[in-house]
């Protein structure tokens, strides 16, 4: 028997001498191998990625419209963002429907996976049903809840005046502020799954031992939610938060489909406006300075979530 | 008296919250299907309950059905969506194999540069993009939004399949190279088969990426022919400032059905993929 296994491995260690010579050799080197594997996708995102990201960061600096010469301007077009209170109110609508819409998912989700993480029927099908919000198209979903807030026969106002609440509803996607309000309550409907099932699976991960011997020590419901639930979760609810922020902050279609910026520009996220700018007015230069300033906005809502998670 | 407790905890701490929760979820969709199955008439009659159904009609559905390409856009959006996810699966695989399990020159720094593709706004890329696919005359037809997809995809698609990867033991891979099979058959043999699972999740993702993808293809496909549901519906369903909305509920419902039923096939990987990175990492 051991005899037949030192042949086996006498012939295992000789397999390698015996390979091919030349090309196959050559192709089975690490760095070879792996170069080779690499070029198609690395050719391709430089062609589909890295080439239309420095064409729109070039754009940026030149005064471009449709169908004519792109004239350079410098740092023109981010002047003349800097005077423009449209430019200023998106960043402004940006940064609270991001940070807003993020708060909310989170401490909601949270408590979905709260709530989920007990044991009772049917827990595989109320998961799916609540996850659904998340993965059907947006854009179809944002068009129900246009019709949800109609204001003369959506749902909403329909209810409030049969129940007698109110005579006429409010105008749920015509004032600035409540129209404000209705996309922050829409993004949040869709993404509050996300933060709860991703949630409650890192909530599975925690060791029960934890639990119980919190328990022992005499801490409550309370107790135990606070220092040892809450610090395991931290990495978890993190790592989602970071994915959120990115995903709200470049969110474009439920502005598009639900208020189109409006009323009077009052909605506008930079996305939707980089987009009017360039596809509405022409202005593909100046839609495209919008779009790059959206970089340093993003990096400064990262780096104060990482400092405040950093200080807890 | 402890019972009594125990049921109070459970109805509080269980049963009410859970029932906010679903019906917070899943009311659009009733909204959605109560509309839709509603005449005119009685749609838009101030003094008929707004939750109740008198005349159940399926008029919308045979007007979406005969009147609008709606077909032709399911189709569209499933082979888009299936092809731009069989590529994106291919490519992020070549991306992410060679990171997550080979040691070469570079590889630091290629992980960094896909990571922050995820930073990159979309708006500053669809002018571009739009000149390119000019370019290549692939303006109004499904090529454009089939190979522009991969660039949203490919590199969260390699990044969720690096966590697969590294999951293998390297011992699995040096006994076959000691064996005598060459690097290429220990990957497509046996390393890639026990990722699996990756594979589905992150297909499964990809393919619901591309059903909702809604700037590309507004951007590059006008005509009606070649439309995606979410651009056809929100183009076509939506004549000027007129809104069909048992029309447009009929559309949105219809079109959600697709998705939701491969997803419930899939939904454990579904999940797996959305966790992959918050509970690995």
Known sequence: MSKILEASRAGALAAPARRPFGLAAFIERESIFSWLM?????????????????????????????????????????VKLYNDPIFWQSVRNTIIFTGVATILKASGGLAMALVMNQDFRMKAVTRAMLLLPFIVPTVLSTVAWQWILDPGMGLFNRLLVVSGLATTGP?????????????????????????GISILAG?????????????????????????VT????????????????????????????????????????????????????????LGSAVALSMVPVLGLLLVLLTLYVRKD | ????????????????????????????????????????????????SPLSIQHPSLVHYIDLLT?????????????????????????????????????????????????????IPQTLLFVPMADL????????TLSAVILTYPTLLVPFIAWLLMGYFKTVPKELEEQALIDGASRWRAMTRIILPLCLPG???????????????????????????????????????????????????????????????????????????????????
């Open chain 1, 38 to 78: 690499l070029t198609p996708p690395v050719l391709f995102l430089l062609l589909f990625l890295g080439y239309p990201f420095f064409y729109g960061v070039y754009l940026s600096f030149f005064h471009k419209e449709v169908a004519r010469d792109a004239t350079f301007v410098g740092f023109g077009n981010f």
């Open chain 2, 133 to 140: 696919i000019g370019k290549m005359k692939l303006g109004n």
């Open chain 1, 203 to 227: 909530l599975q991960t925690i060791p029960v031992e934890l639990h119980e011997s919190a328990t022992i020590d005499g801490a409550g419901t309370w107790g135990r939610f606070r220092y």
């Open chain 2, 199 to 281: 594979f589905l999740s992150a297909g499964i993702f990809a393919f619901t990426l591309s059903q909702n993808e809604f700037l590309y293809a507004l951007l590059f496909l006008s005509k009606s022919s070649v439309r995606t549901v979410p651009i056809g519906v929100v183009g076509e369903l939506i004549r000027g400032d007129a809104f069909y909305w048992g029309q447009l509920m009929a559309g949105a419902l219809l079109g959600s059905i697709p998705v939701a039923l491969i997803y419930s096939f899939f939904v454990k990987y579904y999940v797996a993929g959305l966790t992959a990175g918050a509970v690995k990492g």
């Open chain 1, 230 to 285: 809450l610090p395991s979760m931290l990495p978890v609810i993190f790592i989602v938060t970071t994915f959120s922020i990115v995903i709200t902050f470049f969110d474009f279609q439920l502005v598009y489909v639900l208020t189109g910026g409006g009323p009077a520009n009052s909605t506008h996220l930079m996305a939707t406006y980089a987009y009017s700018l360039s596809m509405g007015a022409g202005q593909m230069g």
């Open chain 1, 171 to 195: 105008s749920w996607l015509g004032t600035p502020t409540m129209a404000m309000i209705s996309i922050i309550m829409v993004n949040t409907w869709r993404g509050l799954p996300f933060f």
């Open chain 2, 67 to 119: 009147e609008t390409n709606f077909l032709t856009w399911v189709a569209n959006t499933m082979l888009v969506a299936g092809v731009a996810t069989f590529i994106s699966l291919l490519l992020g695989t070549m991306l992410a194999y060679p990171l997550a399990r080979m040691q070469f020159r570079g590889a630091p720094l290629l992980a960094i540069a896909v990571a922050v593709t995820y930073l």
């Open chain 2, 1 to 48: 008296m402890v019972g009594e407790l125990t049921w109070r905890k459970r109805l509080f701490g269980l049963w009410l919250p859970l029932l906010a929760f679903v019906v917070i979820a899943l009311f659009p969709f009733t909204w959605m299907a109560a509309t839709s199955l509603k005449t005119n008439a009685e749609l838009y009659n101030p003094k008929a």
